[in-house]
Nanobody, 113 residues
Framework: QVQLVESGGGLVQPGESLRLSCATS????????MGWYRQAPGKQRELVAR???????NYGDSVKERVTISSDVAKNTVYLQMSSLKPEDTAVYYC???????WGQGTQVTVSS
C-alpha cells in the first residue's frame, strides 16, 4: 500500500525558511515522478515544485527562486525547502506521486507576523 506522509509545516514569520518532508512507503521513490502542491483557502490547488524520474525539475511561477525540491532515495523521502516566506505562501502543502495519482494528507504552513 502506497502512503505519502507530509511533515514540517507550522507557523513562521515572513522572511523565514521552512523545510517540508514527504515520507513515502510502498514504492521506490526513484521510479516515480513526485511533486509538491499547495492549496490556500478559497483557491485552487497549485503546483509548487515537481521532479521527474528523468531528472527534470519544474517550479511554480509564484514560488520560483524561493523553493527547492530534492529527494533522499535511501530514505524514500521528498523535501521542499522554502525560503523568504511570505504571508501569501500560507496554505496546506501536499505531496503527490503522479503514477496512480497518490496524495498525502497535507501539512499546514502559516506565514504570519
Amino acid at each position: 500500500q502506497v502512503q505519502l506522509v507530509e511533515s514540517g509545516g507550522g507557523l513562521v514569520q515572513p522572511g523565514e525558511s521552512l523545510r517540508l518532508s514527504c515520507a513515502t512507503s510502498g514504492s521506490v521513490l526513484m521510479n516515480y515522478n513526485m511533486g509538491w502542491y499547495r492549496q490556500a483557502p478559497g483557491k485552487q490547488r497549485e503546483l509548487v515544485a515537481r521532479f521527474l524520474s528523468s531528472g527534470r525539475i519544474n517550479y511554480g511561477d509564484s514560488v520560483k527562486e524561493r523553493v527547492t525540491i530534492s529527494s533522499d532515495v535511501a530514505k524514500n523521502t521528498v523535501y521542499l525547502q522554502m525560503s523568504s516566506l511570505k504571508p501569501e505562501d500560507t496554505a496546506v502543502y501536499y505531496c503527490r506521486r503522479y503514477s496512480f495519482n497518490y496524495w498525502g494528507q497535507g501539512t499546514q504552513v502559516t506565514v504570519s507576523s
